[in-house]
């Protein structure tokens, strides 16, 4: 008969590429968590290295092991999201995959959060006892610091370490704020502090991070960018779509392209206005799919064949938009509805609208 309850602890673990960790998770967890009803949830994103095979043959022979494969989509936070509402634990933790998190420090995790000494218990290694250990380079360390204290000027609480993926607290409280999550990038524990419409108590237990021995990281300049994303989704409650605003941002810069490659052409060199405007058109949009497949969609990410189909298609789209835009502005100023300023921002924001809502639907689909 297996147990007729549901585990004290489910541990989440989000794995992308981590196969020659998961054996050794299982084993500190195992170790760690003696005595403590537990279950491991595997949360991969269809690692190639075969992270989640490894973890079904575990599960195999050992019911607490359990394992999701998410197959076309990506990231930390949503995997941490999607394991964590998998279970029916009374308490939830998060931990990193690649054994760079001290599980020593679980129970004591659990203990604060079954005392209700605090609402989330978070694994530290910025206050006292805790240290970075080895496994941060001194930029790393740099931009972990300096995210501490944005983030720390965003919290309605004082937390040592806001950025950690390192932490606990009750399913209950979880399921509560999930609707609100932004659900995007690294920063899953700040997305709760930040979700949650009131100030939640907060422990941090000290540990030091360790060295990374097998795999790598994968934060890269893109995770930083959606960290700021994160703080300005909140900061604007979360009205404004992230997505758009970073689909404003690019085409912001893509204002800036045509402008500059009208300006060598025609301005500077010998092509006549329209075949310039023509030339700074296609530049512009190439750039703005390229920057938007980076940063926009980076999760959705278009690579190889399917780039170039996806680009054509974005030419069309904004072909469209910038056909609607000429004739809407052109309508509003003929029939004295505004002025040809407020005629002209009228018809590029629709025309933004209408490139991120169509592009969105058609050249990055969610699978
Ligand atoms: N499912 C899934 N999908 N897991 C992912 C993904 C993804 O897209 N990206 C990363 N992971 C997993 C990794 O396999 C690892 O187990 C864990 O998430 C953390 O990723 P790392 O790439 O090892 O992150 P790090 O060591 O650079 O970052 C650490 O420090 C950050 C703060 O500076 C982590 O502790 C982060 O959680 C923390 O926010
Ligand atoms: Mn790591």
């Given at each position: ?9 489910a541990v989440v673990i989000p ?26 949830i595997?949360v ?32 930390l936070?949503?995997a941490c999201i999607?394991g964590i ?7 939830v933790a998060v931990i990193d995959?690649?054994?760079?998190h ?21 694994g ?40 950690s993926g390192f932490f606990a607290l009750?399913?209950?409280?979880f ?13 899953i524990l ?178």
């Amino acid at each position: 008969m297996p147990e007729p309850t549901p585990p004290r602890l489910a541990v989440v673990i989000p794995c992308y590429n981590e196969a020659a960790n998961v054996a050794p998770m299982v084993a500190r967890l195992d170790a760690a968590l003696a005595g403590i009803g537990w279950e491991a949830i595997f949360v991969d994103d269809d690692s190639p290295d075969g992270t989640a095979a490894r973890a079904r043959a575990i599960a195999a022979t050992d019911p607490r092991v359990r394992c999701i494969r998410r197959i076309g989509r990506r990231g930390l936070a949503s995997a941490c999201i999607e394991g964590i509402l998998s279970t029916s634990a009374r308490y939830v933790a998060v931990i990193d995959g690649d054994l760079q998190h001290d599980e020593t420090i679980l129970p004591a995790m659990l203990a604060a959060l079954e005392s209700n000494e605090a609402d989330v218990a978070i694994g530290s290694r910025n206050v006292d006892g805790g240290t970075k250990g080895e496994g941060l380079s001194p930029i790393r360390r740099l931009v972990s610091d300096g995210g501490a204290a944005l983030a720390n000027a965003a919290l309605p609480v004082r937390v040592g370490d806001p950025m950690s993926g390192f932490f606990a607290l009750p399913r209950a409280l979880f399921e509560e704020v999930a609707p609100r999550l932004t659900g995007t990038g690294f920063k899953i524990l700040l997305d709760v502090l930040l979700s949650a419409g009131r100030p939640l108590r907060v422990t941090e237990i000290p540990y030091t991070f360790r060295a990374r021995e097998a795999g790598e990281s994968k934060l890269d300049a893109g995770v930083l960018l959606e960290f700021g994303g994160l703080l300005a989704d909140k900061a604007l409650g979360g009205v404004v779509p992230l997505r758009f605003m970073a689909f404003a941002l690019v085409g912001g810069i893509g204002v800036l392209v045509h402008l500059t490659v009208l300006g060598l052409l025609h301005g500077i060199g010998p092509l006549g206005f329209g075949a310039a405007q023509w030339a700074a058109t296609f530049v512009a949009m190439t750039a703005n799919f390229l920057l938007n497949n980076r940063i926009t969609y980076r999760d959705r990410r278009l690579r190889g064949p399917v780039l170039l189909r996806g680009l054509v298609l974005f030419y069309l789209v904004c072909g469209i938009g910038a056909a609607a835009n000429v004739g809407i502005a052109g309508l509003l100023v003929r029939d004295d509805l505004l002025g040809w300023g407020l005629a002209g921002a009228a018809g590029a924001l629709l025309t933004v609208v209408w490139n991120y809502a169509v592009s969105s639907t058609l050249v990055w689909r969610a699978r």
